[in-house]
């Protein structure tokens, strides 16, 4: 869709140039995860040139990333308090920034229809769209019955997802009805799919933290000892056997080692070991049941090294990454739907992420109906990374009139 095809006529143009070039100077602004202030005060100044009344919500994790950023948060007021209330959320943050580039990985340049940077794709797009998308939302004649909120996080990419996490522990999702997100969305789903798409749930995931101990022995004599990285060797192996929990709309849940460390002399027995394994699982896996397939495989092993079975520190015992899955027949599954098919003459295809993110969060911890709407790339974390300019401008449009038909 273009602006002048059907953009005015429902009163809430995109300008498509304006869209990209938002982009672009995003992408121009290095954000590595706990390093977005310079992003934050960029989205913050955008929104309070346009009177959209930004505010910053602190993020701070003392004990263990001693991690202090904030949030940019904005506000649309409907007309009716009983009328439902949509979060727009996306992240600023990107992985670290890549080695392998050939180019500057935070050019921003445009070739092909293809913008290019580290973070274009994930997720710069669709924090591009969201920030478009609330922009015309606020400028429409258009009546808002409901609130839309936005909200543009920190430390998506990093290890805790601290940015929503303190949106949830600080209570600005409890008036909250339902949550869009704009990841990138076929690229990183359980089955093919193409743009326009929703995907409507997500896998969750837990990481073992597991000590193995064993018993030191100079290296000549390795039967006086036990080692600790044979026996957690063998504990890898047998936690990828685990029979995984399986989902209609998740599919199966997996296991995959990720970290082995042990030994630090040259020659001695290992004594101790420290293994870590990745466990997305799917609606009815739990904590307790993930523990206790990590239990079993242990006591069929029957191991002489001592073994103990824990999962990551974290800042706070909230915080965790469970499964979710949004109905089909919810209302902003159909306000989406609609939208799509008045923007791209389509219906939107629909699935399911494979991994985790800040959806998991407002999904499962907070309760939302969360949807994940997003322009697609290539090269997501990766060098070379690049998002497709017409998706983002296409996401923009699709987020705003399902947000008018939400809140309208």
Sequence with gaps: MTETETGPASGLAIDPEETIDLLQQMVKIPSPYFEEHDLAEFVYDWLDDRDLDPEYHHVSEPEITEYEGDNVVARLEGSDPDAPTLLLNAHMDTV????????????????????????????????????????????????????????????????YGL????????????????????????????????????????????????????????????????????????????????????????????????MLESGSQTLSVP???????????????????VRADAEEVVAELDLESEVEIS??????????????????????????????????????????????GDFNYLGDRAGLPTVIVGPDGENIHGAGEFVYTDEVVEVAEIVTEAAAEFCG
């Excluded at 080695?99 to 913008?115: F, H, M, N, T, V």
């Excluded at 274009?120 to 258009?142: H, N, P, T």
């Excluded at 870590?276 to 904590?287: L, N, Y």
Aim: net charge negative; proline share 5%; charged share 30%.
């Design 311 to 356: 999962f990551r520190e974290a800042p706070d015992p909230g915080i965790k990454y469970g499964p979710y899955v949004t109905d089909e027949d919810h209302e902003l599954v159909g306000a989406l739907q609609d939208a799509t098919r008045e923007v791209a003459g389509v219906d939107p295809e629909l699935g399911y992420f494979a991994s985790v």
């Design 96 to 159: 670290k920034l890549v080695e392998d580039w050939a180019e500057d990985p935070c050019s921003g340049r445009i070739e092909d229809g293809k913008l290019y940077g580290q973070g274009a794709c994930d997720m710069k797009g669709g924090l591009a769209a969201v920030m478009k998308a609330f922009e015309a939302l606020a400028e429409s004649d258009r009546e808002l019955r409901g609130d839309v909120l936005l909200t543009a996080v920190v430390d998506e990419e990093g290890p």
């Design 163 to 258: 940015g929503t996490d303190r949106l949830i522990r600080d209570g600005l999702t409890d008036d909250c009805d339902a949550a869009v997100v704009t990841e990138p969305g076929p690229i990183l789903a359980q089955e093919d799919l193409d743009n326009p798409a929703l995907l409507l749930g997500a896998r969750g995931r837990f990481l073992y933290d597991i000590t193995v101990k064993g018993k030191a022995a100079h290296g000549s004599q390795p039967h006086k000892g036990v080692s600790a990285l044979v026996d957690a060797g063998r504990l890898a192996e047998g936690l990828t056997e685990i029979e995984v929990g399986s989902h209609d709309k998740l599919g199966d849940g997996s296991v995959c080692p990720l």
């Design 271 to 289: 004594e101790r070991a420290r293994l870590m394994v990745d466990r997305h699982v799917v609606v009815g896996e739990t904590a307790e049941s």
